[in-house]
Structure formats: structure tokens, C-alpha cells
């Protein structure tokens, strides 16, 4: 049994199986391909680059959230809700949304948009309880001592 591991131990150490038919490391591949085979490689490219030009321009720049794409959340926007670049005088060139202020009404308006729970508590003038941590705990000690 020890020779068995040793033997073992010896051929992986020095990678001796190596020398074996079929052992070695692949050096060519079942076939570099042909000049047609190549083409067709790179028209397949060409088209998938046109495919995703066409669909981001059609759903245009606006619709994606950073790299995933479009929002799997759904999307609420105005009709007219579009992107027009400006000089700030401080901060060089941005992009401003003239028709936000009617998406924020939609999605004010929305049942099912997420909205900012403590604005909206405080525009119908409701209070939240303030929060008092340790008090269970420190009443139980209390009666305790």
C-alpha cells in the first residue's frame, strides 16, 4: 500500500505520466477552422452589434439602469420625458429632463411605484411614534432590582 502511494507521489511529482500516450498537454486542437468558417464568425459579430445599436436607440440611453439594462421593475415615465444637454457653469455639461416633474406625478399617483415613505407621511401630517430601544428592558430590570 505505502509503494502504491509512493509510485503515486513520485509520478505527479516529476510528471512522469506525462511521457504516456495521451497524457501530455493538448498542443492542437481538433481543427483551427477555415477562412469561411472565420467570415461567418465575424458577420455574426457585425450583426449582433447592429441588433444591440438598433434596440438601444429604440428603447433609447435612458432606459437602462447601469449595467443591467432595462429595469425588471417596470417603468413609469411621462409622454414627453426626454434628455437635452446644457453648460452649467459649475459643473461643465449635464443633462437635464424637462418632463420629470409629470413622471414624478405619475408615479406619486402610482399604487404600485415605491415611494418615500416618510415624505409621504409627512405631507398627510401623520407621526411616527418615536422609538424607545431599551425601555422593555430596562423597565424588566427595574422591577427586578
Keep these: 500500500m505505502l509503494t502504491a502511494v509512493g509510485t503515486c507521489l513520485f509520478c505527479w511529482m516529476t510528471e512522469v505520466y506525462r511521457l504516456l500516450p495521451k497524457w501530455g498537454a ?3 486542437f481538433d481543427s483551427d ?4 468558417h472565420r467570415a461567418r464568425e465575424a458577420l455574426i459579430a457585425k450583426e449582433y452589434t447592429h441588433h444591440q445599436a438598433a434596440q438601444q436607440q429604440q428603447h433609447g440611453s435612458a432606459g437602462t ?3 443591467i439594462g432595462a429595469p425588471t421593475w417596470g417603468r413609469i ?3 414627453d420625458l426626454r434628455e437635452v444637454s446644457m453648460q452649467h457653469p459649475v459643473y461643465g455639461t449635464v443633462k437635464t ?3 420629470f416633474n409629470q413622471t414624478q406625478k405619475l408615479r406619486k399617483e402610482s ?4 415611494k418615500d415613505e416618510l415624505h ?3 405631507e398627510k401630517r401623520m407621526h411616527i411614534p418615536e422609538m424607545h430601544i431599551n425601555e422593555p428592558r430596562l423597565a424588566m430590570q427595574n422591577e427586578i432590582v
Aim: hydrophobic letters at 35%; aromatic letters at 14%; glycine letters at 18%.
Design 26 to 28: 493538448v498542443r492542437k
Design 33 to 36: 477552422g477555415s477562412e469561411a
Design 65 to 67: 439602469v447601469g449595467t
Design 77 to 79: 415615465e411621462s409622454a
Design 97 to 99: 429632463r424637462p418632463g
Design 111 to 114: 399604487e404600485w411605484w415605491g
Design 120 to 122: 409621504f407621511m409627512k
